[in-house]
């Protein structure tokens, strides 16, 4: 019985505790505020794993095609170059000041699978700023991002040029209309049938 009452205080105390530190305002969410390194380390983590999770069961179809990445270099200047940056381009102003910042993709892509980098670009992450480009844009315009975003290490200013040139002559470019067309399923917005689409 003892055993019982000290586990409903626990956690009554618990309750009254989350209720004063909602309400109170004693969490500071200023995007100036540097969070201890325990606690970037403990989001990080749940970032990483929470991805690497959902993309375990996602098909990764062939990456290697000159035209996909062609289209995705395309992409990649009009949606990610902004906050993420480009070969010889630096990332807008505000990119740095964001919390937490946008990570240099051509870093974070050596530690990531493909699967992985579909499954973020698609339904974005939440409390970071990176938007879910499903919402305007095909699993198939995905892929050819990640196409992209793959060749980026060690890609130099005069390589990005270069597939941007052939994006525009293969007729390859981004099409900035596409993004207000739907181009999904009703399936295609679960994501459990992620891994059955591809």
Known sequence: MKIIAGTLLILVLGAVG???????????????????AAIHWIIG??????????????TVPALDDRGLIASGASAY???????????????????????????????LVKHR???????????GIRMTGMPAWSKTHSDEEVWQLVGFIKQLPGLSAADYDTML?????????????????????AEDTHPEHEGHNH
Not at 46 to 56: D, F
Not at 85 to 99: E, L
Not at 165 to 185: F, I, N, P, Y
């Open 113 to 123: 699978e493909p699967g992985e980098l579909f499954w973020a670009i698609k339904n």
């Open 18 to 36: 989350g209720v004063v530190f909602v309400t109170t305002g004693v969490f500071n969410v200023s995007a100036m505020y540097d969070d201890p």
């Open 45 to 58: 983590n749940v970032r990483r794993y929470s991805i690497k999770r959902r993309a375990e069961t996602i």
């Open 165 to 185: 040139s052939e994006a525009v002559l293969g007729g390859h470019a981004h099409d900035h209309e596409s993004d207000d067309v739907d181009h999904h399923t």
């Open 77 to 107: 200047g009009d949606m990610c170059a902004g906050c993420h940056g480009a070969p010889g381009q630096k990332p807008f102003v505000g990119a740095g000041d964001m919390n937490p910042p946008p990570p240099n993709l051509a870093e």
